[in-house]
């Protein structure tokens, strides 16, 4: 969202002029008084660069409102179209927690991993090479930080 909204030119105007108004308000405050009341040299400026911030804050303001939004019906787009991955998902759980007591740990992990990984990648990224890679070694790691470190038993299943 951040780099649709700098391209936005809506919220780069915004910003500009508010940037702008703020250094026209800065030079304002400093124009010295001529007259002891009433209105002086400097309120018209003021006027004008407090209404140039307000009117950039109100454009950058929109501009984000309006890619926000946008953002957010990608979102649920992309959300509504993932019902296949999440009941993959949801029984590739069931398989994994009914599988773990029997295959164990290693066996079970490595396999649930690879294919979560499989399931959640876009289809034009899947490096079955590089998931297989990272599957073992997650499940690895896993085993040798519970087992090793925190010294929490692990089911072996077949392996013992």
Same mark, same amino acid.
Not at 35 to 57: E, H, Q, R, Y
Not at 104 to 115: K, V
């Given at each position: 969202?951040?780099?649709?909204?700098?391209?936005?030119?809506?919220?780069?105007?915004?910003?500009?002029?508010?940037?702008?108004?703020?250094?026209?308000? @800065?030079?304002?405050?400093?124009?010295?008084?001529?007259?002891?009341?009433?209105?002086? @040299?400097?309120?018209?400026?003021?006027?004008?660069?407090? @209404?140039?911030?307000?009117?950039?804050?109100?454009?950058?303001?929109?501009?984000?409102?309006?890619?926000?939004?946008?953002?957010?019906?990608?979102?649920?787009?992309?959300?509504?179209?993932?019902?296949?991955?999440?009941?993959?998902?949801?029984?590739?759980?069931?398989?994994?927690?009914?599988?773990?007591?029997?295959?164990?740990?290693?066996?079970?992990?490595?396999?649930?991993?690879?294919?979560?990984?499989?399931?959640?990648?876009?289809?034009?990224?899947?490096?079955?090479?590089?998931?297989?890679?990272?599957?073992?070694?997650?499940?690895?790691?896993?085993?040798?930080?519970?087992?090793?470190?925190?010294?929490?038993?692990?089911?072996?299943?077949?392996?013992?």
């Amino acid at each position: 969202m951040t780099r649709q909204l700098i391209k936005d030119k809506n919220f780069r105007m915004g910003c500009i002029m508010t940037v702008l108004g703020i250094w026209m308000l @800065a030079d304002a405050i400093n124009f010295g008084r001529f007259i002891s009341g009433g209105i002086g @040299a400097d309120f018209f400026p003021k006027i004008i660069s407090t @209404a140039l911030i307000l009117i950039g804050l109100l454009l950058a303001a929109g501009a984000y409102k309006a890619a926000r939004k946008q953002a957010e019906k990608r979102e649920t787009a992309a959300i509504k179209n993932n019902y296949p991955e999440f009941a993959a998902t949801l029984g590739l759980l069931a398989l994994y927690i009914l599988a773990l007591k029997p295959l164990g740990f290693i066996l079970s992990t490595a396999p649930f991993t690879f294919l979560l990984i499989l399931i959640l990648s876009p289809r034009e990224n899947r490096n079955c090479l590089l998931f297989a890679t990272v599957a073992a070694a997650v499940t690895v790691a896993l085993y040798f930080l519970f087992v090793k470190v925190f010294y929490i038993m692990l089911p072996g299943g077949i392996l013992g």
